[in-house]
């Protein structure tokens, strides 16, 4: 039961990449200006930081490609892993199915009104997959650290 709850997360989460990536251009547009603009009304208050709002855009368009796949790499692997595929496999392929997602989703959104393909999306999602694996890794590592203790 676990095995399958694990590949649901996964599927889901895949799922919900792939609504927001068949988003038009205009409509993903709004949604990160939305959010750039709530990151800019709070930021305007601390002091010191004063963040031109086009690069704040850009930080928050990548930084979201980053952490999606961040969720996606940890997803895989704890799937992966429930389903008893030995770790340095399961870290490979979390690796490796994140990439190709991420490569067919770019290629994705050339289809739709106002998206394009972004090779250096690729990138980084790739990063934000093995940010989330090696995330993973060190929970699980520092979970077995505990209960050894």
């Given at each position: 039961?676990?095995?399958k709850i694990a590949w649901l997360a996964v599927v889901f989460w895949m799922?919900?990449?792939?609504?927001?990536?068949?988003?038009?251009g205009q409509e993903s547009a709004a949604l990160s200006s939305g959010i750039t603009q709530q990151l800019h009304s709070i930021l305007t208050w601390l002091p010191l930081i004063d963040f031109e709002i086009g690069?704040?855009?850009?930080?928050?368009?990548?930084?979201?490609?980053?952490?999606?796949?961040?969720?996606?790499?940890?997803?895989?692997?704890?799937?992966?892993?429930?389903?008893?595929?030995?770790?340095?496999k399961a870290v490979f392929f979390s690796w490796f199915i994140s990439?190709?997602?991420?490569?067919?989703d770019e290629y994705h959104q050339t289809f739709i009104p106002g998206r394009v393909g972004d090779p250096v999306d690729?990138?980084?999602d790739s990063a934000g997959a093995v940010t989330g694996i090696i995330i993973y890794l060190a929970i699980h590592g520092l979970i077995r650290w505990k209960k050894r203790a």
């Amino acid at each position: 039961m676990h095995v399958k709850i694990a590949w649901l997360a996964v599927v889901f989460w895949m799922g919900l990449i792939f609504f927001f990536s068949h988003q038009p251009g205009q409509e993903s547009a709004a949604l990160s200006s939305g959010i750039t603009q709530q990151l800019h009304s709070i930021l305007t208050w601390l002091p010191l930081i004063d963040f031109e709002i086009g690069l704040l855009h850009a930080l928050v368009r990548k930084g979201a490609h980053f952490v999606v796949y961040l969720v996606l790499g940890m997803l895989l692997l704890h799937a992966l892993r429930t389903s008893g595929i030995l770790i340095q496999k399961a870290v490979f392929f979390s690796w490796f199915i994140s990439t190709i997602y991420a490569a067919t989703d770019e290629y994705h959104q050339t289809f739709i009104p106002g998206r394009v393909g972004d090779p250096v999306d690729v990138v980084i999602d790739s990063a934000g997959a093995v940010t989330g694996i090696i995330i993973y890794l060190a929970i699980h590592g520092l979970i077995r650290w505990k209960k050894r203790a």
